[in-house]
């Protein structure tokens, strides 16, 4: 197929093996994990031994500096087996923060241990308040000698209960001019005084990822804890937001597919009225076009990664669309797959139910939906760069 098509030898042979991998580790975890909402700590190990945790961390920090697409595509074959599990990957999750923004001296301190399955990241922007409104966050850090102080709660945080490093967004200015202004990016170690994580349980789906409410209560950290420029937390974020969006469709690809195939499996061997169920127009009709919309899906979440291997940058009107198509149609298929199942996929600990449950989260976190969709907007009005703007002078450029 044509998303395929663009891939390289190198690509190939990545998606090969973290299909493997996948295959072969996840069914061992996936059942267990979910029901005890366990986090695969054995799973993450193995996936870091085998060079398939932070892979686009550059060698220099310890990582293997894969391109975007490169580090999708394992993103992609892992949530083709099991999201919940998949999020192992999501173990670097806010290292992005200090790859883009911070100095060397936090990159050579903290990136290593990431990459190499040593350590777990978690990022903390979500506040009670403050959802997709990034702007309302009311954590403050303030400033006291050579520390700032932090103060504050983040909630549905992942990673927040097994962190090593939280990389939490706060303000720094309390009367900022405008509101997205004076916020600033700290790194907070596990062990410091003040910092509380609960687990929040019984979500709906990837139940083998650990979600936490995180609580700093006067935490200090040192002035070198600082990630990028004071006052510029704001802005960071959405562009971090802008990266980590991408693999959010590759999510949804992955679980597109693996959906598709059981559904298409069952259909072949489920009898009804004495003929295959795949025999029935209706069936084979419905087959088609959920084919039909995960190949559509594909280009565009392929496309959102070429460009930023390609230009270094994320577009943030692209990225948008391919998270907001990828994550509807991810749903549409998986609700599809399962009809197919029937009453077997209502009932019971199988794949197909769990993907029902995971998939919907796809379209809540890392901006849900309707901000996607409005980030589409706001880029064909110009309003934010982006490829996809209509006034820019070659609007199909
Ligand atoms: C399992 C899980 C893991 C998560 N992991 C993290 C994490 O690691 N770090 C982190 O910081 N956060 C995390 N989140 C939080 C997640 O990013 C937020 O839940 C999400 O951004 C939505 O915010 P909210 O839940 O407050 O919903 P709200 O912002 O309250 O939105 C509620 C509804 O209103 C709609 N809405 C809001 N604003 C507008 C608007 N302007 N126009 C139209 N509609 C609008 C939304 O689209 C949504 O449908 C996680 C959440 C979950 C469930």
Redesign the pocket.
Known sequence: MLAESILTEEQKAIKEAAREFAENEFPKFAEECDREERFPFELWKKAAELGFIGMSIPEEYGGQGLGVLDSCLVVEEFWRVDGGLAMIL?TT??SEQILMFGNEEQKKKYLPPLAKGKAIC?????????????AGIKAKAEKVGDEYVINGT???????TIADYYVV?ARTDPNPAKRHHGMSVFLVEKETPGLQAKK?KN?L??RA?D?AEVVFKNVRVPKENLIGVEGQGFYQTMIFFNVTRIPVAFQAVGIATGAFELAFNYAKNREVFEQKLIDFQVTQEKLALMRTELEAAKLLAYQAAYFQDKTGMPDPGLTAMAKYYCGKVAQQIVNEALQIYGGYGFMGDQAISRMYRDVR?LE????????E??IVARSLLGKIPSRLSYVRKHPFG
């Open positions: 999501a999750f806010g978690c990022a903390c922007y979500t506040e009670p308040q403050a959802g997709s409104d990034v983040k909630i549905f945080i992942t990673n927040g967004l929040l979500k789906g990837i990822s979600t989260i809540i976190y890392e901006g849900t939906r309707e901000i969709v409005e």
